[in-house]
């Protein structure tokens, strides 16, 4: 699946309210919703200027909500999902932080999405992250999303 509108990822996003984040690890249940808004809290807190990165943290947990691919874990399908509407840098960091690479910024993002599963923090609301979102995809619709 590919996403073409910010509509469709805020759609997205809404639907992984009441889902639990997987693996949430033994005993613990986090809303995947609430995990996506903390973890971009925390970059946004952390990485002021670095909005990719803050949309990455974001959109990495859609992947199980989509359907499962041939090959593909949950990471590869929400990179493939969001590159076409958010461009590639974030596609690169969603798949990125699966794996334990030398990445700064996808260690970045490893640490946020770890530390959100505890933090308790107020995260805002997603309607906050809508403006962002829209101007990551105008920008990357007139670059046309290239590498």
Not at 87 to 114: F, H, I, K, S, T
Not at 118 to 131: F, I, M, Q
């Amino acid at each position: 699946m590919e996403l073409r509108s910010v509509e469709e990822l805020m759609d997205l996003l809404y639907a992984c309210r009441g889902a639990a984040l997987a693996p949430a690890g033994p005993g613990r249940r986090v809303d995947a919703h609430e995990h996506a808004l903390r973890t971009a809290a925390l970059l946004r807190r952390r990485r002021p200027a670095d909005k990719e990165l803050q949309v990455a943290g974001l959109v990495q947990g859609i992947g199980q909500l989509l359907g499962p691919g041939p090959g593909t874990g949950p990471a590869e399908r929400a990179a493939d999902a969001v590159r076409p509407l958010l461009g590639a840098r974030v596609a690169r960091l969603v798949r990125a932080a699966a794996a334990d690479g030398p990445d700064e910024d996808a260690a970045a993002l490893r640490q946020a999405a770890e530390e959100a599963l505890t933090d308790g923090s107020d995260a805002g609301v997603l309607e906050d992250w809508r403006t962002l979102l829209g101007l990551l995809a105008a920008r990357d619709s007139r670059l046309g999303a290239v590498d």
